[in-house]
């Protein structure tokens, strides 16, 4: 699944492509949105601003609309040159939005929604610039109190609740317990103020470091840009724990655990020495 970090170069990519162009054709596959295109055309309009909120990408027209499209597991947007072969096969494109100079295609996009300012404002779902972490007007302290009042969850599972911090997901949940040097099953409870601090701290530095512009499309945790150039193949490569059970800490040595956490059943990745249970409880991996 796409992480924040993803999304927002997505975002970003698309938003310079195609900001402040005319649209000359949107071909939508949805019912809801050819509807939508059939009693307010979006050719003739033009893309005002392209932005991520957490997992989410949202495109907004000159006529008001603003498109809102969730990746979940499979979904991306591409951007391409007229004429340009497809990554994707044409079976999978939902969603193909043209200007004259380039075409942004949806492949498999699974969440599509078109909003209004005001229906996005009101809509739970998706977060507000405060609660992303990669977004200027991210308010870190509102952040640690929505953390700290999930008391009895497990860190790392609340980590992953998009309504306490937008961005987080899998592989930066596990990466940011570590940097911390939090117990990913530790519960909120038993967190000092500063702890609390620290977690939200790491997951903006964490994530935005990786929204640089020289970040290339792998994610880095772990032994800074250089690495990037030398294309590991192993998705543990440049990360400090996830995907290296048994792999000695590259802080202390010890084994790396793993184990399947949390109502969702998401994969953990933690050191059982750098990161111990403030109760001394140990947890199997
Ligand atoms: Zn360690």
């Known amino acids: ?97 043209e200007t004259a100079d380039y075409l942004a ?33 991210f308010d870190a302290p509102a952040a640690m109190e929505r953390l700290l009042a999930r008391a009895d969850e497990a860190v790392a599972d609340v ?36 702890e609390a601090r620290a977690l939200i701290a790491a997951a903006q530095k964490l994530i935005g470091s990786n929204v640089l512009e020289d970040s290339g499309g792998m994610m880095v945790t772990y032994g800074g840009r250089a690495r990037r150039t030398t294309h590991e193949s192993h998705p543990g490569a440049s990360l400090w724990v996830y995907g290296r059970a048994g792999e000695p800490c590259r802080r202390c040595g010890e084994r790396i655990r793993r184990r399947i956490q949390g109502p969702e059943a998401r994969v953990t990745f933690w050191c059982p020495s750098c990161q111990r249970m403030p109760d001394g409880t140990d947890i199997d991996g």
């Open 1 to 97: 699944m796409p992480e924040g970090d993803t999304i927002f170069r997505t975002a970003r990519a698309l938003g310079r492509a195609l900001t402040g162009k005319p649209i000359t054709g949107f071909l939508p596959t949805y019912p809801k949105l050819v509807r939508y295109n059939e009693d307010a055309p979006l050719a003739g309009q033009w893309v005002v601003s392209i932005e991520s909120r957490g997992k989410w990408l949202l495109i907004e027209f000159s006529g008001g609309g603003i498109l809102a499209t969730h990746m979940l597991m499979n979904g991306s947007w591409h951007i391409y040159r007229p004429g340009q072969h497809w990554q994707q096969p044409r079976a999978n494109m939902r969603i193909v939005l």
């Open 105 to 137: 295609v949806g492949f498999r996009v699974p969440v599509v929604e078109m909003h209004t300012s005001e229906s996005l404002r009101r809509d739970r779902r998706i977060p507000g610039l405060e609660i992303d972490v990669l977004s200027g007007r």
């Open 159 to 194: 980590l992953l609740h998009q309504d306490v911090l937008a961005g987080v997901g899998n592989v930066f949940k596990s990466e940011v317990c570590f940097a911390t040097g939090v117990h990913p099953y530790c519960k909120v409870a038993w967190l000092g103020k500063d």
